[in-house]
């Protein structure tokens, strides 16, 4: 009897974020474009101490090129692409990116229009994850 082989399930990474531009910053940051050193700086200039910082520290690090920055200030991930290296994982300061597996179908839109402008780009979650996602206050 031979041992069973099973398929791993395919993940991608979730940026676990909606508020890019929308999240008002609490001060002027003037540093280098670098969520990491913006981090350094009495945590980052966004009044929310969760949400993505934006300065797409991520993005820079993708070796497959799955990311880019979607209109609104969050990091979108193209799931074709993505081979969830975890790369993206390791380097956000904000510790808001996931992997998560890539079921498709039941995802929740968290970006409105972001689809839509960018074919084949995802910022979305799985609705079985949206539900632990706190909602911004901002
Ligand atoms: S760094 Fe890796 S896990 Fe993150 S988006 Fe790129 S391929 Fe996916
Ligand atoms: S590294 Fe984190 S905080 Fe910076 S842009 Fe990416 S998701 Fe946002």
């Known amino acids: 009897m031979g041992a069973e082989v099973t398929e791993k399930e395919k993940e991608t990474a979730v940026v676990l974020c909606n508020g890019g531009k929308s999240a008002v910053n609490a001060f002027d940051y003037h540093g280098p474009e670098s969520c990491k050193s913006a981090m350094l700086l009495m ?47 390791e380097e956000c300061p904000r510790n808001i990116i996931t992997l998560w597996p890539d079921t498709g179908s039941d995802r929740v839109l968290l970006q409105p229009g972001q689809g839509a402008a960018s074919p084949g780009r995802h910022a979305q979650l799985p609705a079985s994850a949206a539900a632990n996602v706190k909602r911004c206050a901002r």
């Open 43 to 89: 945590g980052g200039q966004k009044a929310c101490t969760y949400g993505c910082l934006g300065f797409a520290d991520c993005v820079s690090v993708c070796p497959f090129d799955a990311m880019e920055m979607g209109e609104n200030g969050i990091p979108l991930i193209d799931t074709e692409k993505c081979v969830a290296c975890g790369k993206c994982v």
